[in-house]
């Protein structure tokens, strides 16, 4: 686990890892049995363990805060109701709730006129590259993974794949940045997720 | 291109974010009801997910906990999971049913309740049936556009030479329980059409379930322990 901080990876979407959930794991999969247990303690030490990294989610694809602030109260609203419904043999709670948190956020931004690339991800330059020692030594393999994957795609198709995940970009607005009609960048993006699907099952 | 790549770029431009609105609420609505595109979903979702580590967390504004706090104290109904209410029901109804169970004794209780209607909201209902006071033994679902309901034994154990029994009753019939078929204790779900009760009788009726000689009440009405329920709806 040596070079964290800085990846080979393009420039404007080079990885950074950040400080996120101090929890470990199993911490968060026995707060989320109490939360689904309706216990409000928990719920309120599971939204200062993740609260964090959950706005840092919402906030890069929303990009702007008055909204990133409605968003995660719906979001955390969704974890409290589905809290259930979480299956810890299919995703660690983490995964779980980022998955809610940018399905909420994407769900927002597609709503609304596309953002043009003047409005691209650096206007809000929240970027703070600190490194910072993973607690989950799972979750970093599983990222070292996916980084020689997505290392094998082309360069300008590995970074609409970025794009996209983290700033929430549609393929208009990938099309205009890269100069490409959507239609191609639908298909980078076929041929991209085949790829690294085929890659991360190896 | 195979019908299983197809479902994972549906899947993967779904997690990746690039679908437009129109789309993203067609497959949102599509993975409710079909398993291999949510299983697609939640593979990409693993998989991608390691990616949400490189972004760089925020500081969200304080007092945003309080607010939703608030939010989860007082639920609307909306965007409310049918689930929660079910189970922060079950809740009431246990102490209800912790109350009422030294009159219940071997008789179907009759208790018809009918909460306030809400016209926008899809009209599902549900109702616990208890076994004793710490789990719910049966859960019943009513969808009265369908007018198709389905048992779930959640807590019911088989009990041998012995059947358990459905019942409706209904104010508008007379009030007397009419049996709508036996129910399988181990299965995961038994559907019955109710399409010859119409919408207000179903939607005012009390059901019941009792433990019966095997292969269902000799005389037609019920003749063994029951459990009781009222229906409540859900909002969805």
Same mark, same amino acid.
């Given at each position: 686990m040596g070079e964290r901080g800085e990846v080979p990876l393009a420039g404007t979407t080079g990885f950074a890892l950040s400080k996120?959930?101090?929890?470990t794991a199993g911490t968060l999969v026995a707060l989320m049995h109490r939360v689904a247990a309706r216990d409000r303690q928990a719920f309120a030490a599971l939204y200062t363990a993740t609260s964090a990294k959950l706005y840092g989610i919402v906030l890069r694809i929303l990009q702007r805060r008055d909204i990133a602030d409605e968003v995660l109260q719906e979001v955390y609203v969704q974890i409290w109701e589905r809290a259930g419904l979480y299956d810890v043999t299919k995703a660690a709670p983490i995964t779980w709730m980022a998955a809610i948190a940018r399905n909420r956020a994407l769900d927002e931004v597609r709503r609304k006129k596309p953002l043009s690339i003047e409005d691209a991800p650096e206007a809000l330059n929240l970027a703070s590259d600190e490194a910072h020692p993973l607690d989950r030594m799972e979750q970093s393999e599983q990222l070292q993974r996916l980084r020689q994957c997505l290392e094998r795609l082309e360069s300008d198709r590995r970074e609409v794949v970025l794009l996209a995940y983290r700033e929430g970009m549609s393929r208009e607005a990938l099309g205009q940045r890269f100069a490409r009609p959507p239609a191609t960048i639908k298909s980078w993006l076929r041929r991209s997720l085949l790829q690294l699907r085929d890659c991360l099952s190896q | 291109m195979t019908e299983r790549d197809d479902i994972d770029v549906l899947a993967g431009e779904y997690v990746l974010g690039t679908l437009d609105a129109a789309e993203r609420a067609a497959v949102s609505a599509r993975r409710l009801r079909e398993p291999a595109l949510a299983a697609a979903i939640e593979a990409w979702e693993r998989r991608?997910? !390691?990616? @949400?580590?490189t972004v760089p967390p925020a500081a969200p504004p304080e007092g945003l906990l309080a607010r939703i706090e608030t939010r989860i104290g007082a !639920? @609307?109904?909306?965007?409310?999971?049918r689930f929660l209410a079910l189970e922060r029901r079950t809740r009431r109804w246990r102490r209800v049913a912790i109350a009422a169970s030294a009159l219940a004794a071997c008789l179907l209780v009759v208790i018809g309740l009918r909460e306030l209607s809400r016209p926008q909201m899809a009209k599902t209902y549900v109702a616990v049936f208890q076994k004793d006071d710490t789990s719910p033994a049966f859960l019943l679902t009513v969808?009265? *556009? @369908?007018r198709v309901l389905s048992v779930q034994a959640v807590a019911a154990e088989p009990q041998p030479g012995k059947s358990y029994q459905l019942w409706i009753a209904s104010d508008k019939q007379g009030g007397a329980p009419q049996s709508l078929g036996l129910i399988e204790a181990k299965s995961e779900s038994t559907r019955r059409a109710?399409?010859?009760? *119409?919408r207000a009788i179903v939607e005012r009726a009390t059901f019941g379930i009792s433990l019966e000689p095997a292969g269902g009440s000799p005389t037609g009405r019920p003749t063994g322990p029951a459990f009781h329920a009222r229906l409540i709806e859900t909002t969805r």
């Open positions: 996120s959930v101090n929890a | 991608l997910g !390691p990616l @949400t580590e !639920p @609307t109904g909306e965007g409310m999971q969808d009265l *556009d @369908t109710l399409a010859k009760y *119409d």
